[in-house]
């Protein structure tokens, strides 16, 4: 795999989905939505995602993340007023509350399909929505460095975006759901903690000389390198505001630029032992931005929350310079205001909801509705769709 390099720029890809607005459920139409962008906005850049109730707002490349953001919030204008014409709702979260994974359909591409071919029951579950972020490594010889020491990050940015706390009608405890299921393929979940670039490369050629990149067209780890001179970091949950996702975004544009430089100093970056990056992973899926992380190879702790504070303050000066000081600010506004997935929580309970996770509350028709609570849930969804809308109008 080759890796040209490239300057410190930024890309942001948004996955969003497509609900009914009176059932509040998924419904396949995203060909006819991407048909009518394509009549009333030629030449936009959403795109067609793996589920046919799923599009993907994909920025171009930019320089700073405001600038990133502009391309984003043109095009989640451009769809609002086509889900308009066609009488849909968007939706964003990292899973959607209670929608039956057994019901939804496919893209119309064989990639697609051939992964179910190869993943069958796992693969079916993906009803998941996140954020990408590309920023630009100048040298390949920085690439894996630099992505062992965002590993050390991972609870970070995922606690600050976690939107997932439901699945089947059922709260689930956990702040991402959708991390937990993800990891399911085979080919997603943590990097391996690769030390040179020459590493990697083998990794591939075994990954090609087995057949599996030729299955799935690339591995799908949480981060990764691309062929565009970027590292991609893939893992943060689908926000219910574009505020929220430059907050990521800004977060994560300031973090590599940070490392790339201290590897220019001659500084070494952090990094932590596999299965300390990998509790850390579901310290943040499970508690969010109440999670106790692991910092160091000594297995000092800290609260998560505690964690992004001292880094903004970090961070700040060169987000000043990289022009997303504004935007880094809103890490500690979701730390204020409270993540998604406890924004989701409080709107099912408010609804009806079971007060403890994985409890079935029994409807007005009892066994009837199995047990399950998805009218409580469609008032997540609401506030997910209630809350893109007007942050649409104040831009």
Same mark, same amino acid.
């Given at each position: ?125 993906? /009803? ?5 972020? +590309? &920023?630009?490594?100048? !040298? ?8 062992? =020491? #965002? ?117 070494? /970056? ?5 299965? +300390? &990056?990998?509790?850390? !992973? ?8 109440? =999670? #106790? ?103």
């Amino acid at each position: 795999m080759e890796f040209p390099g490239s300057q410190p720029t930024l890309g942001i890809e948004w996955e969003v989905a497509l609900v009914d607005p009176a059932t509040r459920d998924l419904v396949p139409r995203a060909k006819e939505l991407l048909e009518r962008m394509d009549e009333r906005y030629p030449g936009h850049s959403v795109t067609r995602e793996f589920l046919a109730n799923t599009v993907e707002l994909v920025s171009g490349i930019h320089q700073t993340v405001p600038q990133a953001m502009a391309d984003i919030n043109t095009q989640l204008a451009q769809l609002l007023n086509c889900a308009d014409d066609l009488g849909v709702e968007v939706f964003s979260a990292g899973t959607h509350p209670f929608a039956d994974w057994g019901d939804q359909q496919l893209s119309e591409k064989g990639s697609y399909r051939e992964i179910i071919e190869r993943t069958q029951y796992w693969g079916r579950q993906m /009803l998941i929505w996140g954020i990408h972020i +590309h &920023v630009g490594v100048s !040298k390949r010889e920085y690439v894996w460095p630099i992505i062992n =020491a #965002l590993m050390t990050h991972y609870p970070h940015v995922l606690a600050l975006s976690a939107s997932s706390p439901a699945w089947n009608g059922l709260d689930t405890g956990y702040a991402s759901n959708r991390t937990l299921l993800y990891q399911q393929l085979p080919t997603a979940g943590m990097p391996y903690q690769f030390n040179t670039w020459q590493e990697w490369e083998e990794f591939n050629r075994d990954q090609d000389r087995s057949g599996v990149i030729n299955h799935t067209g690339s591995m799908h780890f949480d981060v990764r390198p691309t062929k565009y001179g970027t590292v991609e970091i893939r893992f943060a949950d689908a926000a219910m505001a574009p505020w929220k996702v430059a907050a990521v975004a800004a977060y994560t544009h300031a973090l590599v630029v940070y490392f790339e430089r201290e590897l220019a100093a001659g500084r070494p /970056l952090p990094s932590l032992q596999q299965w +300390h &990056v990998a509790e850390n !992973k579901w310290r943040a899926a499970r508690y969010g931005l109440d =999670a #106790l992380i692991i910092l160091d190879r000594e297995t000092n702790e800290a609260l998560v929350t505690d964690e992004l504070r001292r880094w903004v303050e970090i961070l700040t000066p060169l987000a000043v310079e990289l022009g997303c000081a504004e935007e880094l600010g809103g890490v500690e506004r979701i730390i204020a205001e409270g993540g998604d997935y406890a924004l989701q929580r409080a709107a099912a309970r408010n609804a009806g909801a079971a007060l403890e996770p994985g409890v079935r509350t029994r409807g007005d028709h009892g066994a009837e509705q199995g047990f399950t609570q998805p009218e409580s849930w469609k008032a997540a969804v609401d506030l997910t769709v209630e809350t893109l809308r007007n942050e649409v109008r104040t831009l």
